[in-house]
């Protein structure tokens, strides 16, 4: 009996350790990573840097490579013209509203926006455009509320941001007091003409890519309140040898301290073709033309939700797709994509760093992107750091 009551005990405390293993393994999966947890009433300003170098003397037509398509970034409005400046800056500040069980609204502040350079802004009617847009702005900030996770959002205020820029834009493109039969004043409006276009088609993003303009550090926030971290070491695919242009080689380290911040650091190598700003001055009169055909010839309205946008959350495995579908359909051929490796065709080195306060407030973002071609080394370095918030002169 003594024997079996013993063996009954040790089972007991087996059990018990089991159960108390399993207990905490389970806390710390669902602990152990980090998605924001922000509370009512907390605020953040950042300050944002862009600033693209080379060393090296470039020649003199390749004088920018544009970091466009390495980017790999959906906001394309106006051509991404801040990709196209040596040095950008700009500050905003974020204020949570609200925090419920199911979303978080959050208010973002344009504080200081980026001043591009003249040579970006012309004709007249151009700059005229980006400086009415960003009065509207400044008095009238945007409030996003997200889903939990943060991986989706809607714009609550964007029925009266959007019919302020719309009638600004009208009266940009159509005069003061247009009538129904008038036409253009200018010929060349570029940026009003095309933000127009897209004014009242399914562009869901619109008005924070338009935002972006002014404030390009809005999307890198917004992205990086999506992501989740998960502490570990991961390695996909391996280092460059020249045998495949499509290939990639990432790495990531994330780590988090006793204090509870978070640090995540990414390396990423591929190989593409570079384009320099030379390469890519095509006339802005045909690409506005362009833009307004390729919007027109979206479905209509209904066929879209206009309630929420997702954010991209997927760093690297963005091309792993459900094939299920796919490969239940015979093909007649099998498309295979050309892996040789051409003679334009570059490395480029993707550096990140994401550093999380354990207010759940990123504290520092940042991209370094190195590439080298002919002799000269490119580098784009985008910053957003968390900084203190001064009392502006009145």
């Known amino acids: 009996m003594k024997t079996i009551k013993k063996q009954q005990n040790k089972m007991r405390i087996f059990l018990t350790i089991i159960t108390l293993l399993a207990t905490n393994g389970l806390w710390a999966q669902k602990n152990s990573g980090y998605s924001p947890k922000f509370e009512k009433g907390q605020s953040a ?39 196209k400046e040596p040095y950008l800056s700009c500050k ?18 344009l504080l200081e926006s980026v001043n591009y350079t003249k040579k970006k802004l012309e004709p007249v009617s151009d700059s005229l455009f980006y400086h009415r847009v960003g009065d509207i702005f400044k008095k009238r900030p945007l409030i996003f509320t997200f889903t939990h ?22 009266k940009l493109v159509y005069g003061e007091n247009p009538s129904e039969s008038a036409a253009p004043i ?27 303009l002014y404030a390009p550090s809005l999307l890198d926030l917004i992205q990086t309140f999506a992501n989740p971290l998960t502490e570990g070491t991961v390695t996909k695919g391996r280092p460059l040898d020249g045998t495949n242009r499509l290939m990639e080689y990432f790495t990531s380290i994330t780590t988090k301290d006793k204090q509870g911040e978070w640090t995540s650091i990414t390396d990423l190598y591929k190989y593409t073709t570079p384009y320099y700003s030379s390469d890519n001055e095509d006339n802005w009169a045909d690409s506005v033309e362009i833009d307004s055909v390729e919007v027109d010839s979206i479905a209509s309205d209904e066929d879209y939700d206009y309630d929420t946008v997702s954010v991209d959350t997927d760093y ?20 295979e994509p050309d892996t040789t490796l051409e003679e334009t065709d570059r490395t480029v080195y993707t550096h990140t760093e994401t550093r999380i306060g354990k207010d759940s407030w990123p504290t520092e973002i940042s991209k370094t992107i190195t590439l080298e071609d002919n002799g000269v080394a490119w580098i784009y370095r985008r910053k957003i750091r968390k900084v203190k918030e001064t009392q502006q002169k009145k």
């Open 45 to 83: 300003v950042y300050e944002f840097s862009l600033e693209q170098t080379q060393s090296g003397t470039p020649d003199s037509i390749n004088t920018m490579l544009d970091f466009t398509s390495i980017i790999e970034d959906d906001n394309n409005l106006f051509r991404g013209i801040e990709r």
């Open 316 to 335: 690297i495995d963005t091309a792993e797709w459900d094939t299920t579908e796919w490969d239940s359909v015979v093909e007649d051929y099998e498309y």
């Open 92 to 109: 905003v500040r974020l204020t949570v509203l609200d925090v419920s069980p199911f979303t978080t609204t959050i208010q973002v502040d």
């Open 186 to 212: 200018y010929n060349y409006n570029r940026y009003a003409t095309q933000a127009l276009n897209l004014m009242g088609k399914p562009f869901i993003r619109f008005l924070t890519h338009l935002y972006a």
């Open 149 to 170: 996770d943060m991986k989706s959002y809607i714009v609550s205020n964007s029925e009266e941001v959007s019919a302020e820029i719309s009638e600004t834009l009208i």
